[in-house]
């Protein structure tokens, strides 16, 4: 993550199809906003607002965004890295409660996923140099990998004894970077709707959550290719949902011309094999992201079985070697945008 701040006069008219609708006869009211929180820029569009009420919206989702920023961070001193010395200690504590909920989500779906959502290995993470401003160059040593899978930290190692924590495996090290844009962008939809907006969306790169419409039609959203310039396919969504995509393109870095990316298997150490990229649509933000982190370690193979233990049923896999998997669900909403089509497989 990069430091915090807000890009103060950003708000933009972006895309011809907006300034398309502002041009038109009767034009809607649309404002955007970029925010810089979670190292990326995240994309608020409101629809339908006036323009106060999105200043002061803004101002409250800015103020949100790097206060999440700021207590999740995985390396930077946070709550995060408090709660991580405490764990380390192997003493009861009461936890921050700004932690708390994060500590109890991730629990539950790295338990579904078998492991392979596990925000429990952040040093392996470190040690890949992902627990960085800019990654590593080079793959750590194999003697250090193997180190700490043989210590296998899993969120099952932190004991909750009434409203204390006590960790029971030094190894373990809290990021939740697989999963907390996808919490975060719930939260910030949260303090829209409390101010009684209705039709937004909010975007931190690949976390998307969505409620309401865009104006007399759904919210367009592009899954990005993961291997050329573009969208592989898009899909409308509307109501409230969330999508999530992760990504071995987000951050890498090559070595002997072989891609090391940040996403993980906890069983090996090493970046998980086979998988480009996943998306997951859900009702629930944390879920789609911490799904799309394991289903992405869970690969070409296991991704169906571990789906349904997540309990998510749109998902869409796209394998190194091309090869597009997809639950029904989410077949039938996806449009391709690439000539031809990929290779399609529906798994039921
Ligand atoms: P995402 O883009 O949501 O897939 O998140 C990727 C980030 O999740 C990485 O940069 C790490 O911080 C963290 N991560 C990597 N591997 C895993 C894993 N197996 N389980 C949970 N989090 C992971
Ligand atoms: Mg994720």
Redesign the pocket.
Known sequence: MSAPGRLRGARLLLGAAVLLAACGPRPEPFHQQRILAFGTLVDVSLWEVDEDRAEEAFHVLGQELNWMHDAWH?WRPSAVTTLNRQLQSGEPFVPDPATLPLVDISTDFALKSGH????A?GKL?ALWG?QADEPGKTPPDPALIADLVRQDPRMDDIRHDGSNLRGRNPAVQL?F???A?GYGVDRAMERLQAMGIRNAMVAAA?DIRVIGRRGDRAWRIGIRHPRQAGAIASLDMEGDENIST?GDY??YFEYEGRRYH?????RIGYPAQGTASVTVVSHNGALA?AA???L??AGPREWRATAARLGVDQVMLVATDGTVYMTPRMAERVRFEVTPPPVVLVVP
């Open positions: 995985a392979l959502f596990n925000p290995i993470i992902y990021d970077g697989g999963f844009k690949g992760s987000e951050r940040h996403i993980i298997d906890p992201d799309a982190t394991g992405f370690v």
